[in-house]
């Protein structure tokens, strides 16, 4: 009897010692998020981007899901039009309807060669080559093709500006380490480097001012792609966007190994094409829905800037494909919980800077509790996946006072993106909240702008530059007077400056 009453005592610790938990928020700050999107190209969008429903749902201010970003292939060429007489069965129409709605709705829209035109190939095909019908050719561009590649390139951002759609990015290719039997061309790293390097500059930026060039986006970001284009002073400077995908290697290996490099040039780190529980022969359930908040997390845990999924039509993805076989809940055109899940980063995150919390998450790690946190204008944001059947009371400790706050959470497939409010009596850093089981949720702070705004945790970080804070902590716009000055290394001084 005295081992079973010490063993339900010790399971009642267990279960106490569960119950609480810690978040602590420090102003450290890391990268400045972009958005997030999705990709308006064939299989599940079809008929291909003419039905522009889905991005009427996805994208602009008043969508519930707030999308900002839109991914289309760069096929390679224009039928019917050609600009060099290359005859193939691809044309730029298809997604142009798709572009212009989600530009009409201030996304920015940018384009992926899946191959150059075939001419310019040692297969002479836009296919891969992985094929027996294909010759199994490891199809890559020619070098006597190379100075020809971003003129090319210059005949797509032509097209659509006559049609209506300013680009906003180009990329250099889509996955140039995967060797397929549809539309496909390798590049090693050194190929994409002697490409970029020699020739990049014929890309038209005079013409098509504010145009970005994104770097090849491999299988698995792999990060000797970006690296050997970042360690190259030549190379850096036309390189705009490190661009890669997620496939096989979690987000916080390759592509937080590839955005450590990034950050230190100032480049931005687009995760550009992912999808989760794609295979499934159902619609997800909502640990599957948890799974895929959990990839988005840590995306931006590794340091992304951008995150743009697959297909924005599918039964495993954003919009219903109506589809009888995953009926019902697979209406045609209209919104699936994952959209739900993804607003919680989209319609919250773009134009904020993420934070430093603790605990973190390292490479390899699976955590049933995860956490981000951001700041955003007046606004600190709180992110928190909880994956245990169990509710946690959590001690988020802030960096800043706050003074008011709502909680934004989603527990299924059907209790999706409740709002409620915080109460918060007076200023304070310390806020406990309740986290229920197998959840989602944001909560947005208001900071007390009559508050010390940093502590003695903060570290300022932008990217290599001097800020200036008042005695109290706060920051300055315009430093004058006796001010503190803080560099992105952690360290401080006083100085005063005259005005």
């Known amino acids: 009897m005295k081992k079973i009453f010490a063993t339900i005592l010790a399971l009642t610790a267990i279960t106490a010692a569960q119950a609480a938990v810690k978040l602590t ?21 079809k008929p291909h981007g003419t039905d522009t429903k889905p991005v009427k749902l996805l994208y602009g201010a008043d969508s519930p899901v707030g999308l900002n970003i839109m991914r289309m292939e760069i096929s390679p060429a224009l039928k019917g039009n050609d600009p060099d007489g290359w005859a193939t069965d691809y044309d730029w129409n298809g997604s142009l309807p798709s572009a212009k709605e989600a530009k009409s709705r201030g996304a920015i829209v940018f384009g992926t060669p899946w191959s150059p035109p075939g001419v310019y190939k040692t297969n002479g095909s836009a296919q891969g080559g992985n094929a027996a019908d294909q010759g199994n050719v490891r199809a890559t561009l020619r070098e006597d093709a190379y100075s020809k590649f971003f003129p090319w390139l210059n005949t797509f951002l032509k097209w659509m500006k006559s049609n209506g759609v ?5 990329s250099v290719q889509n996955e140039p380490d995967w060797w397929v039997n549809y539309s496909g061309c390798l590049y090693t790293p050194d190929q994409q480097l002697k490409l970029v390097k020699n020739y990049a500059d014929k890309l038209d930026r005079k013409t098509y001012p504010g145009v970005r060039l994104i770097s090849a986006e491999p299988f698995a970001f792999n990060p000797e792609y970006s690296n050997k284009l970042l360690n190259d002073p030549v190379a850096r400077e036309y390189i705009d966007i490190v661009g890669g995908h997620i496939y096989g290697s979690a987000p916080l290996a390759n592509m937080k190994s590839a955005a450590e490099l990034a950050a230190k040039y100032g480049k931005e780190v687009w995760m550009t094409e992912n999808s989760v529980t794609d295979k499934a022969d159902h619609l997800p359930t909502w640990m599957e829905q948890l799974d895929f908040a959990d990839v988005v997390n840590e995306c931006m845990l590794a340091g992304c800037t951008g995150y743009i999924y697959w297909y924005m039509r599918a039964h495993w993805s954003f919009v219903g494909t109506g589809e009888a076989k995953y009926n019902p809940g697979n209406t045609r055109n209209t919104l699936l919980p994952r959209a739900y899940v993804m607003s919680h980063f989209s319609k919250h995150l773009p134009g904020a800077t993420r934070l430093d919390t603790y605990p973190r998450m390292t490479e390899g790690e699976q955590k049933n509790i995860e956490y981000s946190a951001y700041i955003k204008g007046d606004s600190l944001i709180v992110m928190a996946i909880n994956k245990f059947a169990n509710t946690y009371e959590l001690n988020i400790v802030l960096p800043s006072e706050v003074k008011s706050g709502k909680h934004i959470v989603s527990t299924s497939n059907t209790n999706l993106c409740q709002e409620s409010a915080i109460a918060i009596d007076e200023p304070t850093k310390s806020v406990v909240v309740n986290m229920g089981p197998q959840s989602l949720n944001t909560w947005i702070f208001m900071i007390d702008k009559g508050a010390t705004a940093i502590s003695h945790q903060t570290r300022a970080w932008n990217g290599g530059e001097t800020e200036y804070y008042d005695l109290h902590g706060r920051r300055l716009a315009a430093p004058g007077g006796l001010c503190v000055e803080r560099h992105s290394d952690g360290s401080s001084r006083v100085v005063f400056i005259g005005r």
């Open 25 to 45: 928020v420090y102003n450290t700050r890391f990268q400045t998020i972009t958005g997030f999107g999705a990709a308006c190209c064939d299989g599940a969008m």
């Open 166 to 170: 300013l680009m906003d990015a180009v």
